[in-house]
């Protein structure tokens, strides 16, 4: 998953560089009660990943991180990937 980012951003045009709250999703997620999903293809490789941060006080969630492998786009993952509960 870590070297899925980078390559997803320099897809887009984008500098590829790696997000901080990426190497640790313990700590920067499910640590402080959010979520992190990644998306695994047969093969067991990462084809994508979501990661969302609660907003305290309400019902509502800030999506943080939301990425599918440019190969694996148009096949539902990242939909299958948002209709998890929250």
């Known amino acids: 998953m870590i070297f899925m980012v980078p390559e997803a951003k320099d897809t887009l045009g984008r500098v590829p560089r ?8 313990q700590k920067n997620y499910l640590d402080s009660g959010d979520m992190f999903w990644l998306a695994i293809d047969e093969q067991d490789r990462v084809v994508g990943c979501v ?36």
């Not at 790696?18 to 999703?25: A, K, M, S, Y």
């Open 51 to 86: 990661g969302y941060n609660s907003i305290p006080g309400t019902t509502e969630a800030k999506l943080h991180r939301l990425y599918v492998k440019d190969a694996q786009k148009r096949r539902g993952i990242a939909s299958s990937m948002m209709k998890k509960e929250l």
């Open 18 to 25: 790696l997000n901080e709250d990426l190497p640790d999703d």
